[in-house]
């Protein structure tokens, strides 16, 4: 068997033929049934007579398990270099009700350059607890070929920024007041108790874009629901806005706008990375500060907003993290207070020195008996850090370096908030290796699940109505083919 898994002896052009037909079931989302289908045999058999396709079964249990195996080793490849892997899970649902988790890794490459791959798509019929998603998360990283034996460590787990901007207007949104204006307005409407269209707890911002399409139409939907074609009978029934409903809506908007422009710029950032979280923190706390003008309902929102923001983040080690990711990010370096940038420069130094970040990088010396001041770079900064020298006359201990490099960066000024963080860390790498290798571990982890979650709603594309029996381990591969091959080529 050759590695499309036909009979040795079958001409180069068929073994090429059945290769081209594996990867248009993977990539254009066809049931593998199509292979089986007269037009599509005539097709074939216009193109090369000679050529007798194979049946439905021989691609489903041979050829696409080899396009499988032949993409996982192309990934785990591409991953050997990795020096820390973020993972994310997410949950959905298929066609026949059926619960799924779906795993993705992501990690900055020797070129610091982030690339995210799918690792594993599977049933998860038992509850969707941090217990539960751990153990898959074990299990999937233990499955060869992928990363087996690599080190799991549950520390740190940051949720979806996103997610909890979100969960913070829910709460606020839960305030007696703002909840008895959202459900008149609801009435108000459709004339009858039902839940708007737009208002949907799983949907980011629906909340929000509710009431902002209720406060534009709002005119026109008074005049409708007062017309004197409604039956005189049933005009009694609809409950309308009251004035102070109205006021109360837009009360609501002023809070819930900020959160929801945050909430879009992150979800359209490419990769938007950890380091973004205090900073998108400290606006959420600017725009939830108490003013001397704000009513009750206002001050209430913000109070509620503000605490369930900072409930979040209550552990130190993981506020620590978030902050020494916050200054590796040219970005935002400057943007903790003096006294807490000084405490999280002093653990970045501590880390580097105590070896929690493996590099040891050799100095040369520089010749005093020329005017060049041009510095010189061994195999060491090109070979990143897997190569370990010995301090000679001339070297630099590593404290030094560490506190050298620190010294260097604190003098950088903050690029402009539209670059690429990592774009300006592959320029100065050179300069700042010991610090470029703690960002290719800290800068991988990215600040909200919404690029993971793109990935998903390929999901629904696999596992349609015509596909909806399809098998676990058959699903798992077209997702892993579909999501990786073009990334491995």
Same mark, same amino acid.
Request: proline fraction near 3%; charge should be neutral; aromatic fraction near 8%.
């Given at each position: 068997m050759n590695r499309n898994g036909a009979i040795e002896g079958t001409p180069t052009p068929f073994i090429n033929l059945l290769g081209t037909i594996g990867r248009y079931i993977i990539d254009d989302l066809r049931p593998v049934s199509v292979v089986e289908g007269p037009e599509f #045999? $005539?097709?074939? #058999?216009?193109?090369? /007579?000679?050529?007798?396709?194979?049946?439905?079964?021989?691609?489903?249990?041979?050829?696409? !398990?080899?396009?499988?195996? @032949?993409?996982?080793?192309?990934?785990?490849?591409?991953?050997?270099?990795?020096?820390?892997?973020?993972?994310?899970?997410?949950?959905?649902?298929?066609?026949? $009700?059926?619960? $799924? &988790?779906?795993?993705?890794?992501?990690?900055?490459?020797?070129?610091?350059?982030?690339?995210?791959? *799918?690792?594993?798509t599977r049933m998860m019929p038992e509850s969707h607890t941090g217990v539960n998603i751990a153990e898959v998360i074990r299990e999937a990283i233990a499955h060869p070929p992928f990363v087996a034996g690599r080190e799991l460590s549950s520390k740190p787990h940051i949720g979806c920024f996103a997610h909890t901007l979100t969960l913070a207007a829910q709460r606020a949104l839960k305030i007696n007041a703002v909840y008895s204006s959202t459900q008149n307005k609801t009435e108000a409407s459709w004339g009858k108790n039902v839940k708007h269209i737009c208002d949907v707890p799983t949907r980011w911002n629906s909340a929000a874009d509710m009431l902002e399409r209720y406060l534009e139409l709002q005119p026109a939907i008074y005049a409708a629901l007062t017309s004197n074609e409604v039956n005189p009978a049933k005009r009694s029934e609809i409950n309308v806005l009251s004035e102070t409903d109205t006021k109360s809506a837009q009360v609501i908007m002023k809070c819930l706008t900020p959160l929801k422009t945050m909430t879009d710029v992150i979800s359209y950032e490419k990769m938007p990375i950890v380091s973004v979280i205090i900073p998108l923190i400290q606006q959420v706390q600017k725009v939830m500060a108490y003013n001397e003008d704000d009513g009750q309902t206002l001050r209430s929102i913000k109070e509620a907003v503000f605490g369930d923001t900072e409930k979040r983040y209550t552990s130190e080690e993981l506020w620590h993290f978030? %902050?020494?990711?916050? *200054?590796?990010?040219?970005?935002?370096?400057?943007?903790?207070? /003096?006294?807490?940038?000084? @405490?999280?420069?002093?653990?970045?130094?501590?880390? =580097?020195?105590?070896?929690?970040?493996?590099?040891?990088?050799? *100095? @040369?010396?520089?010749?005093?008996?020329?005017?060049?001041? %041009?510095?010189?770079?061994?195999?060491?900064?090109?070979?990143?850090?897997?190569?370990?020298?010995?301090?000679?006359?001339?070297?630099?201990?590593?404290? %030094?370096?560490?506190?050298? %490099?620190?010294?260097?960066?604190?003098?950088?000024? /903050?690029? #402009?908030?539209?670059?690429? !963080?990592? *774009?300006?860390?592959?320029?100065?790498?050179?300069?700042?290796?010991?610090?470029? $290798?703690?960002?290719?571990?800290? =800068?991988?982890? /990215? &600040?909200?699940s919404v690029p993971s979650e793109g990935v998903f709603r390929t999901a629904g594309d696999t596992v349609t109505a015509q596909r909806s029996c399809l098998a676990s381990d058959l699903v798992d591969m077209l997702f892993f083919c579909k999501k990786n091959c073009q990334k491995c080529d």
């Open positions: #045999k $005539n097709m074939i #058999k216009s193109l090369d /007579p000679r050529f007798s396709i194979a049946g439905r079964t021989y691609f489903s249990t041979t050829l696409i !398990p080899n396009i499988y195996d @032949e993409t996982a080793s192309k990934v785990k490849s591409s991953l050997s270099s990795a020096q820390t892997v973020a993972l994310t899970t997410d949950g959905w649902r298929g066609r026949a $009700n059926e619960s $799924n &988790a779906t795993i993705t890794f992501i990690y900055i490459t020797q070129e610091l350059r982030l690339q995210n791959f *799918v690792l594993q978030l %902050e020494e990711c916050t *200054v590796l990010d040219p970005r935002f370096k400057t943007t903790l207070a /003096p006294e807490t940038l000084g @405490e999280t420069y002093h653990r970045l130094s501590v880390l =580097l020195s105590s070896g929690g970040v493996d590099v040891r990088v050799k *100095v @040369e010396e520089v010749d005093t008996d020329t005017d060049s001041t %041009e510095k010189k770079v061994d195999l060491a900064a090109i070979f990143d850090d897997v190569v370990v020298v010995k301090a000679e006359k001339g070297s630099k201990s590593i404290y %030094e370096r560490v506190d050298e %490099e620190i010294a260097k960066y604190k003098m950088v000024q /903050p690029i #402009k908030i539209k670059m690429d !963080p990592l *774009v300006w860390w592959k320029e100065h790498c050179f300069y700042y290796s010991l610090l470029a $290798n703690l960002v290719k571990a800290r =800068l991988c982890i /990215p &600040a909200t």
